[in-house]
Antibody
């Protein structure tokens, strides 16, 4: 069974940093392209960024609102993907989901998410 | 980035109704369009991929069509469990982008 478990969310002040982790199991993580997608309270889905497998170059892509502030990385020895978030703003408040890109551009399965609240 | 625009933003319908949701891309995305369903408190699930292919396990009352910039999701015979929010998403080019969602509510 595929499992994606996010951790690391919490309350942080504007301008602060936070690192989220996503522990994966039940599928060949080493070949997986992994994504972060967020959902602000009561709002829609927003793609944050994506990291390809090492075999595919481990390249990353980011959405415009987070480019230069957020960084995605992976540790294949731990089956874990990370989201480093810097210079956080109130508009970054959301549930952050880790998502396996099971086929290029297709999302699923999804983790349950971790809530990040940016507030003073 | 490619912008995805859904219409309507919300709609009210009754059990048994036929419902159509549209999604428009800001540029041609060929048939690289996926549809997701999200019920309250749950994570999204993929319904349709590459515009018209039904994901395994998804009821056949769901169908998708379109290509280029204009796409539709149709639910033929709405069931109680279909009241949810539906999102389109382009998989043509990074960054992947979603529509703003269409909430299907009970009339």
């Amino acid at each position: 069974e595929v499992q994606l478990v996010e951790s690391g969310g919490g309350l942080v002040k504007p301008g602060g940093s936070l690192r989220l982790s996503c522990a994966a199991s039940g599928f060949p993580f080493i070949d997986a392209w992994m994504n972060w997608v967020r959902q602000a309270p009561g709002k829609g889905l927003e793609f944050i960024g994506h990291i390809k497998s090492k075999r595919a170059g481990e390249t990353t892509d980011y959405a415009a609102p987070v480019k230069g502030r957020f960084t995605i990385s992976r540790d294949d020895s731990k089956n874990t993907v990370y989201l480093q978030m810097n210079s956080l703003k109130s508009e970054d408040t959301a549930v952050y989901h880790c998502v396996w890109e099971s086929r290029p551009g297709e999302f699923g399965p999804w983790g349950q998410g971790t809530l990040v609240t940016v507030s003073s | 980035d490619i912008q995805m625009t859904q219409s309507p933003s919300s709609l009210s319908a009754s059990v048994g109704d036929r419902v159509t949701i549209t999604c428009r891309a800001s540029q041609s995305i060929s048939r690289n369009l996926n549809w997701y369903q999200q019920t309250p408190g749950k994570v999204p699930r993929l319904l349709i991929y590459t515009a018209s292919s039904l994901k395994s396990g998804v009821p056949s009352r769901f169908s998708g069509s379109g290509s280029g910039t204009d796409f539709t999701l149709t639910i033929s015979g709405l069931q109680p469990e279909d009241f949810a929010t539906y999102y389109c998403q382009q998989s043509y080019t990074l960054p992947w982008t979603f529509g703003q969602g269409t909430k299907v509510e009970i009339k």
